[in-house]
């Protein structure tokens, strides 16, 4: 059979399930099936096409209703978006409220199953090898070898892909805007800034960063606070940027990197201030109790700690839900949020007193639209680097987290806490200090 016919009998059944599907979208779109044949809804210009490029991915939307499989298909190119990605990025909203009769729903399943299949022969798979391997093996408890290979599996992807949307200093967590208008490089300079004031740094102190990253805070703060800083990373490719960043700036006297798990770093009572930014998210609930306690272990009796980490609204990590199973599966394997009540909870727990809260999430909303526009720009160059596949991942998972954090259900929040004793707070009465 030819299959320009066939692909036209194909389209012509699957069009009156489009027209029932969105229907009643209340944005403005468009779907375009695998035979060119084009269906608008809504009002005014559509904001995005949704492009069927064969009709597997579309059987499956219909026989499954499962909009893993939908981003899936998407990694694998078989569905595209043109247009505005984020106006795309709501349909979640409006699938997940469709309502059907027995009658549309058994009409869905007879059009599905005649629909035909794609010739294309990874076309039914699910989540790409390249990408489940790592995470099929990471299903036990967050032991020390596990969580070395899920940092890899994160980080390690490749430094010159990162270095292409990440500011000038490689500053992999949300950023500070002092003002909207800031450019990133800006705001992560801002951020680095206003981490160091809230720990009140002073010259000869010794800092620890738990989760270093690229090096970017313990540079900052042995440059512009003169405290002797190192750092501990399980990414081999951030630990060998570090140290090349160090010696560059020479430093080697004032700053320096491990490559170690945090619960593997020696002493107690060692340092006078603790940092971790953007790790807290793979340490584990469960684990809570055994980071909370490394830290109290390792800080001076009135030192300060500050801890900043994603949270989200709801207590406990659910596994199967459509955002947690996509990030656990492509991004994060060992990623786990709580709300942020229950991480003072266990600080609490280990003895630790909270002596402030800093709530920043408008602030990650802008720096993911920063980064998704930064990688947007540098499409070219980043696939350079990374398969196509892997680019539309983290395009997907920037996008899809920026709209996370504008409406609400994940946060980012700054927590100071000090050794709990007796007397008074190492911290001065009021705030000015922070905004001089």
């Not at 807290?280 to 469960?286: D, M, Q, T």
Request: aromatic content about 12%; proline content about 3%; some cysteine.
């Amino acid at each position: 059979m030819d299959l320009s016919l066939a692909d036209n009998a194909s389209a012509r059944r699957a069009e009156r399930v489009v027209e029932r599907v969105f229907r009643d979208y209340s944005g403005s779109m468009a779907v375009r099936l695998w035979d060119g044949r084009t269906l608008a809804f809504g009002r005014g210009a559509p904001e995005f096409t949704l492009v069927f490029r064969d009709p597997r991915p579309f059987r499956e939307l219909i026989l499954y209703r499962d909009l893993l499989r939908l981003a899936e298909a998407y990694f694998r190119g078989k569905i595209g978006i043109e247009g505005d990605f984020y106006a795309a990025l709501r349909l979640k909203d409006h699938l997940r409220s469709l309502r059907l009769s027995v009658t549309e729903k058994a009409g869905f399943l007879f059009r599905a199953l005649t629909l035909g299949d794609s010739s294309d022969a990874d076309a039914g798979a699910t989540a790409p090898g390249w990408r489940t391997s790592l995470f099929a093996r990471l299903t036990g408890a967050h032991s020390k070898a596990r969580d070395r290979q899920a940092v890899a599996f994160h980080y390690d992807v490749s430094d010159d892909f990162y270095r292409l949307w990440l500011d000038e200093q490689m500053v992999y967590s949300c950023a500070y805007f002092e003002d909207a208008a800031d450019s990133l490089d800006q705001a992560q300079r801002n951020k680095l800034d206003h981490i160091c004031r809230k720990l009140r740094l002073k010259p000869g102190e010794r800092l620890l960063d738990i989760g270093c990253g690229w090096g970017a805070l313990i540079r900052w703060a042995a440059r512009h606070y003169g405290v002797q800083a190192h750092g501990v990373t399980l990414s081999r490719n951030q630990y060998e940027h570090c140290r090349r960043q160090i010696a560059a700036e020479g430093l080697q006297s004032r700053v320096s990197v491990e490559l170690k798990d945090y619960r593997d770093v020696e002493g107690a009572g060692v340092y006078d201030k603790i940092v971790s930014v953007g790790m807290f998210e793979h340490v584990g609930i469960k684990n809570f109790p055994v980071y909370f306690g490394t830290v109290q272990r390792l800080l001076k009796s009135g030192g300060l700690f500050l801890n900043h980490g994603i949270t989200q609204e709801t207590e406990g990590w659910n596994k199967k839900s459509l955002s947690t199973a996509f990030i656990n599966r492509y991004v994060f394997p060992d990623g786990e949020l709580d709300t942020v009540s229950n991480a003072q909870r266990a600080m609490e727990r280990c003895a630790f007193e909270i002596l402030d809260v800093e709530a920043l999430r408008p602030h990650y909303a802008m720096t993911l639209r920063h980064w998704v526009q930064r990688l947007e720009n540098r499409r070219q160059e980043a696939l350079q680097h990374v398969s196509a596949p892997t680019y539309r991942i983290w395009h997907f998972y920037m996008a899809a987290c920026a709209q996370l954090f504008e409406e609400g259900g994940t946060g980012v929040y700054q927590i100071l806490a000090a050794r709990r004793t007796k007397g008074s707070n190492p911290v001065p009465l009021t705030r000015r200090d922070l905004y001089r």
